[in-house]
C-alpha cells in the first residue's frame, strides 16, 4: 500500500474519530467479550480525561488525536498532545530542554503520543487488526511531518512497547529506555506462596509488614465494578489530592473525572480503602487490564505505619492472584518497592529531534544511559528479596 492512499487527520477532540473506530484500533482484543490488554488507550479512559478538564486547555496537554484512514475507513489512531511543559509524563526531559533553550532553542511547545498522567507500558501506535505494518509507520511519519511543518522542536512517544520500539527506531526514532519496578505473578495460589520463594529474612520482613499495616485499629475492604459507590469517590478524592499537592503542586486529575470513572470505568478498576471509626482514612486505586494490574493513585488523611505498602503493593498481589493476572505494575519509580518483591523491568519511550545536531547529542546521551540502565537492573535484580535460584530461573 502506498503512502499516497493513507490519510491522516489531526483533530482536537475524540469525539469528531468516534468511540467505534477508535476503540476498533486501540483495543480490538475485547471483540471476544475480555477485557483490554490495557484500559489506558481505550475511548472511554481518553475521553474520561479530555470530558472532565483533565486534558485540554489550561492543563499544558492539548488534544492533538492521530487518525489514519483508507478509503475512508480508520485503521491507525495516537494520543497525540501538544505539550507547553514536561509534567505528567513520567519520562524525564527537563536537562534536554534546559540545553535546548540556553542553546537558544525553543524546546516547548513539543508533541507527546502518550496517555496523560500515566506510566504504565502499552501499545501507543494503535492499528486495526491487519494493519499493523502499514498503520504504525503512517502513525510515525505523520507525527513527524506535524512536528517538522509547525517548527516544533521534538516529538516523543513515552511507556511504549518493545515491538513498536523495534519498528519505530527503522523509521528513524532514537530509543530511550527506562525501568519501573513489577512484581510477577508466578501462578501463586495466595500470598504464602509468594512469601515461600522469597530469603527466610525478607519473608519474615514482609510478615511483619502485613501484621502492623492490618493491626492499624480499622478494616480494609475492596471495590470493583458496581461496589463501587459516589461516596467512595468523595473520600478517594481527598487521599488524591493530599498527595497531589506533596509530590505536583496541584492534582494533575479533576474531581469530575473520578465522576466520569464511576459512570464508564468501574469494571477497569479496583479500589482498595482502610476505614477507621466509621470513616476512610487511606486508598489505593488499581486499574485493570488483561493480564496485569496497574497501581495508579495512593492517598490518605491518617498515617498509620506500613499501610502504604499494605494498600497499595501488598493488596495489589492479592487481588493479582484471585484474579489470575501475570503482573502488577506499582506506577514509576520507588526502589523500596525492591524488598517487596517488586522487580526492575525495563520500559521504553521514542525521540525525534527537529534539530540534526541536539538529534546526535541526544543519541549519544540515550546511548549511554540505556548501558547504565542495564547495569542498574542486573544490580538491583541481585539484591531482590527472592531466593537466588528463583532469580536465576527468572533469568
Not at 494498600?311 to 520507588?334: H, P
Request: hydrophobic fraction near 35%; proline fraction near 4%; charge should be negative.
Amino acid at each position: 500500500m502506498s503512502a499516497q492512499e493513507i490519510e491522516i487527520r489531526v483533530v482536537p477532540h475524540l469525539s469528531e474519530i468516534g468511540q467505534a473506530d477508535w476503540d476498533a484500533c486501540a483495543c480490538p482484543e475485547t471483540g471476544d467479550g475480555g477485557a483490554p490488554y490495557d484500559p489506558f488507550t481505550t475511548y472511554r479512559f481518553l475521553s474520561a480525561l479530555e470530558e472532565s478538564g483533565s486534558v485540554g486547555a489550561g492543563t499544558g496537554w492539548q488534544p492533538q488525536y492521530l487518525a489514519a484512514s483508507v478509503a475512508g475507513q480508520v485503521i491507525a489512531v495516537a494520543p497525540l498532545y501538544a505539550k507547553s511543559h514536561s509534567q505528567g509524563e513520567y519520562i524525564f526531559d527537563h536537562n534536554w530542554a534546559h540545553a535546548y533553550e540556553q542553546a537558544g532553542g525553543r524546546y516547548y511547545p513539543k508533541l507527546q503520543i502518550a496517555v496523560p498522567h500515566t506510566p504504565a507500558t502499552g501499545r501507543r501506535f494503535l492499528t486495526r487488526p491487519g494493519f499493523e505494518e502499514t498503520g504504525l509507520a503512517a502513525l510515525v511519519q505523520g507525527a513527524v511531518q506535524l512536528t517538522e511543518n509547525n517548527g516544533l522542536s521534538s516529538l516523543h512517544v513515552t511507556f511504549c512497547t518493545g515491538n513498536e520500539v523495534a519498528r519505530a527506531e527503522a523509521l528513524g526514532m532514537m530509543v530511550r529506555k527506562s525501568q519501573q519496578f513489577h512484581w510477577r505473578n508466578e501462578g501463586y495460589a495466595d500470598f504464602d506462596g509468594f512469601l515461600a520463594g522469597l530469603n527466610s529474612r525478607k519473608r519474615k520482613n514482609l510478615r511483619k509488614e502485613r501484621a502492623q499495616a492490618q493491626g492499624f485499629g480499622g478494616t480494609i475492604r475492596t471495590f470493583a465494578g458496581d461496589d463501587l459507590r459516589p461516596e467512595h469517590w468523595d473520600a478517594f478524592w481527598q487521599f488524591y489530592q493530599d498527595t497531589g499537592a506533596r509530590k505536583w503542586g496541584s492534582p494533575y486529575l479533576t474531581r469530575r473525572f473520578f465522576d466520569l470513572a464511576q459512570e464508564t470505568l468501574r469494571d477497569d478498576m479496583v479500589l482498595v480503602l482502610a476505614e477507621r471509626e466509621g470513616r476512610w482514612v487511606a486508598g489505593a486505586l488499581n486499574f485493570v487490564g488483561r493480564h496485569a494490574l496497574y497501581g495508579r493513585y495512593w492517598g490518605c488523611i491518617e498515617h498509620h505505619p506500613c499501610l502504604h505498602f499494605e494498600l497499595c503493593y501488598y493488596q495489589a498481589m492479592d487481588i493479582a492472584i484471585a484474579r489470575g493476572l501475570k503482573t502488577v505494575e506499582a506506577g514509576a519509580q520507588g526502589e523500596h518497592k525492591l524488598a517487596r518483591g517488586y522487580l526492575p523491568t525495563p520500559t521504553w519511550s521514542l525521540h525525534w529531534m527537529r534539530d540534526a545536531g541536539f538529534a546526535r547529542a541526544v543519541e549519544n546521551y540515550l546511548q549511554a544511559e540505556r548501558e547504565a540502565v542495564d547495569h542498574e537492573i542486573e544490580v538491583l535484580t541481585e539484591y531482590g528479596p527472592f531466593k537466588h535460584v528463583q532469580i536465576e530461573e527468572q533469568q
